[in-house]
């Protein structure tokens, strides 16, 4: 099935559902800003540090509508695959034509629930 992926669809199908996985997270104010979950992943989980971390990588590099797009592509291949449901928040967000940091920096977060800090 994959007996000719290019080095772009492994990063893709690797990193593309880890970052979809952090907007969840965002959007379920798991997080309370898309540089937390950077600072995770580079310092706790070894993510290069010249990528700037996951979520910054997606904004500058990959571009969100095309993380998007690819995100659709690969959930009608495994419509099973929560993992590989394009998040609501990354939907926004391009809805938005914003990239995530900027999408906070611009107050569009829906702060009203509770964040995970304040469950603690």
């Known amino acids: 099935m994959y007996k000719n992926a290019s080095e772009q669809d492994i990063v893709e199908r690797v990193l593309f559902p880890l970052v979809?996985?952090?907007?969840?997270?965002l959007d379920e104010d798991l997080a309370s800003n898309p540089?937390?979950?950077?600072?995770?992943?580079?310092?706790?989980?070894?993510?290069?540090?010249?990528k700037g971390g996951p979520m910054f990588w997606a904004d500058n590099e990959v571009?969100?509508?095309?993380?998007?797009?690819?995100?659709?592509?690969?959930?009608?291949?495994?419509?099973?695959s929560d993992y590989l449901k394009p998040?609501?928040?990354?939907k926004r967000c391009v809805e938005a034509g914003v990239g995530i940091q900027e999408y906070y920096d611009k107050g569009l977060m829906n702060r009203g629930s509770v964040s995970f800090m304040n469950k603690l």
């Open 87 to 90: 998040s609501e928040l990354l």
């Open 63 to 80: 571009g969100l509508p095309y993380l998007l797009q690819k995100l659709y592509e690969f959930h009608a291949e495994y419509p099973g």
């Open 20 to 25: 979809n996985e952090g907007f969840k997270i």
């Open 35 to 50: 540089g937390d979950i950077d600072i995770v992943y580079i310092y706790g989980y070894g993510f290069p540090d010249y």
